[in-house]
């Protein structure tokens, strides 16, 4: 009898312990979306991720996350492509937002390779873009100085403000340590990829496409370009001067890896300003939409992105945010 219930208690404390590492999260959760997720010692799984850019020597794997240029940002979907006959496991795993004041990452995503690849040295992993815009940029509603300095959720807001300035500050002094950076010198490139991009988009022309923004939104914008050609067979788009007004909106860094603060990626959002001319035709030449004569201000919210540890990094265009 004794025996017995020794072997009862046993079980019932394996049973707790068991509970203890495995814990279920609920069906939504700001990382995954609408995608369940669990937990195992403290390592997230998310069921629900999709494009991480992930590159290997021997196979590439679409895991990881995909940004969005609408109203509603959707960062998470469901896996893009199930791996057949796949005989090692790929995680990506993102770890949580570290404090700004300890002086650590803002946000780390890291992708492991499973333990056999890691081995034997069969699979490297390179994480080439996020594939995500962290912390989307959205315009606060003015307060009040009486407000803000007199009532408790004006101090909250306060208080709100400051942290996002800080993180803005942290990215920006990560990004100045790059040799040959200068504000004004990224301003004039992000004019010209502006201006490029939206001149391959005009022409239809995906392969150069490519080179200028990230995977995530060279897909965005392949659809794009083919619903506009079932609709216009010609697209002028002309953009007149220099640009009326471009300013920093928020800075962001996403770490990839929690030892070195220095391998991360770096994204600017900005507003653009510029004045342009489109016109949209048929088959046969009929104007259709817009008006090549005519000069219209144009305001857009870009996204760009640079890695900080690849070599020969420059400046892609990561995700648009609607206006």
């Known amino acids: 009898m004794a025996f017995s219930r020794l072997n009862a208690l046993r079980n019932a404390h394996k049973t707790v312990n068991l509970c203890k590492t495995l814990t279920f999260q609920p069906p939504y959760s700001p990382l995954n979306g609408s995608h369940g997720s669990f937990l195992i010692k403290g390592t ?28 509603s940002f959707n960062l998470f979907n469901g896996f893009s492509r199930s791996l057949e006959n796949a005989k090692l496991l790929h995680s990506a795993v993102v770890g949580d937002l570290l404090d700004t004041v300890n002086h650590k990452g803002f946000s780390t995503v890291q992708a492991k390779a499973p333990p056999q690849a890691r081995q034997t040295g069969a699979l490297k992993v390179s994480i080439v873009s996020p594939g995500f815009i962290y912390e989307p940029y959205e315009r606060r509603e003015p307060i009040s100085f009486w407000r803000r300095w007199f009532t408790r959720r004006g101090w909250k807001r306060t208080k709100e403000d400051m942290f996002l300035e800080l993180k803005s500050a942290y990215a920006v002094a990560k990004l100045r340590k790059l040799k040959g950076y200068s504000k004004q010198q ?7 990829l ?12 995906k392969t ?29 788009w002309e953009m007149i001067g220099p640009a009326v007004k471009v300013r920093t909106l928020r800075a962001r860094m996403i770490g990839v890896d929690k030892n070195d603060l220095n391998k991360g990626f770096i994204q600017l959002t900005l507003e653009i300003l510029t004045k342009q001319k489109f016109a949209a035709y048929d088959s046969k030449g009929t104007l259709i939409s817009g008006d090549k004569t005519k000069e219209v201000l144009v305001r857009d919210i870009w996204v760009f992105e640079r890695s900080l540890f690849h070599s020969g990094a420059y400046w892609r265009l990561c995700g648009r945010i609607a206006v």
Not at 47 to 62: F, I, K, P, Q
Not at 186 to 192: D, K, L, P, R, V
Not at 195 to 205: F, Q, R, S
């Open 208 to 236: 150069l496409l490519r080179k200028f923004v990230t995977e995530n939104m060279y897909s965005i914008l392949k659809n794009e370009i083919k619903q506009r050609e079932s609709m216009w067979s010609s697209v002028y």
């Open 194 to 205: 502006y201006k490029e991009i939206n001149t391959l988009m005009a022409k239809g022309d």
């Open 186 to 192: 990224f301003y004039n490139e992000a004019i010209q």
């Open 44 to 71: 997230r799984f998310c069921r629900g991720v999709d494009h991480l850019n992930a590159t290997s020597e021997t196979t590439s794997y679409g895991i990881g996350y995909r940004s969005i240029g609408s109203p």
